[in-house]
C-alpha cells in the first residue's frame, strides 16, 4: 500500500523556523512531482508548494514566497519543505501530496494528487 509520511511538524515562535519532511514506503517518490498543501481549521486545503519530478522547477503560493524552500533528495526519497520566518497565519496541518510527471497540470488543484500523508501539524504562536 502507498503510504507517504510527513514530519517535522511542531510549535514554533512567529519568526522561527522549521523543515517538514515527507517521505514514502513502498515506492519510491523521484517519478511523481510532489506538492504541499495545508489546511486550518475552518478553511479549505490550499497549495502551498510544488515541486517537479525532476526539481527543474517549483511553484510557490504568493504567501509564502521568499520564506518557504521546497527540495528533494531523491537518494533519500525525501521532500523537504523549509519554512523561514514563520507567521502565525501559517499555522495549519501540514499535507504532502504525488503529483502527476510531466508538465499541463494545475499544481494547486488537489484534484491533480494522488497519494496523500496524513499531515503534520504546524503551529506558530508565542
Known amino acids: 500500500q502507498v503510504q507517504l509520511v510527513e514530519s517535522g511538524g511542531g510549535l514554533v515562535q512567529p519568526g522561527g523556523s522549521l523543515r517538514l519532511s515527507c517521505t514514502a514506503s513502498r515506492f519510491t517518490l523521484d517519478y511523481y512531482a510532489i506538492g504541499w498543501f495545508r489546511q486550518a481549521p475552518g478553511k479549505e486545503r490550499e497549495a502551498v508548494s510544488c515541486?517537479?519530478?525532476?526539481?527543474?522547477?517549483?511553484w510557490y503560493a504568493d504567501s509564502v514566497k521568499g520564506r518557504f524552500t521546497i527540495s528533494r533528495d531523491n537518494a533519500k526519497n525525501t521532500v523537504y519543505l523549509q519554512m523561514n520566518s514563520l507567521k502565525p497565519e501559517d499555522t495549519a496541518v501540514y499535507y504532502c501530496a504525488t503529483g502527476p510527471p510531466g508538465t499541463g497540470w494545475d499544481p494547486t488543484s488537489p484534484y491533480e494528487y494522488d497519494y496523500w500523508g496524513q499531515g503534520t501539524q504546524v503551529t506558530v504562536s508565542s
Open positions: 515541486i517537479s519530478s525532476s526539481s527543474g522547477s517549483t
